[in-house]
């Protein structure tokens, strides 16, 4: 079956750096658009930024652009959110996803990771 599993999640302090990754099993992970989505307590999943199968195309939410970058490994199976100058604001759990278009919206991912944790202290 397929998984999809974060990891690199923990505790920061403002200004720090954190690089997420998901390593994707039972599918071809080239076939993909991967993008990464977080929610904080008491608010809705939110759009991070998505990378296109070839790795070739990417796109962030704007609160992220210049702080977060996304990449994709596809001989490994594996994306990852690097993130620098994090903020109180960015605390929250990130999932990754796989769909099969480049797309922001969580409704049309095919599949998800558990979620990992990133805290942010001020």
């Known amino acids: 079956q397929v998984q999809l599993v974060e990891s690199g999640g923990g505790l920061v302090q403002a200004g720090g750096s954190l690089t997420l990754s998901c390593a994707a099993s039972?599918?071809?992970?080239?076939?993909?658009?991967m993008g990464w989505f977080r929610q904080a307590p008491g608010k809705e999943r939110e759009f991070v930024a998505r990378i296109s199968r070839s790795g070739t195309s990417t796109d962030a939410q704007h609160s992220v652009k210049g702080r977060f970058t996304i990449s994709r490994d596809n001989a490994k199976n594996t994306v990852y959110l690097q993130m620098n100058s994090l903020k109180p604001e960015d605390t929250a759990v990130y999932y990754c996803?796989?769909?099969?278009?480049?797309?922001?919206?969580?409704?049309?991912?095919?599949?998800w990771g558990q979620g990992t944790q990133v805290t942010v202290s001020s």
């Open positions: 996803a796989a769909a099969v278009y480049f797309t922001i919206v969580p409704q049309q991912y095919n599949f």
């Open positions: 039972g599918l071809t992970f080239s076939s993909y658009a």
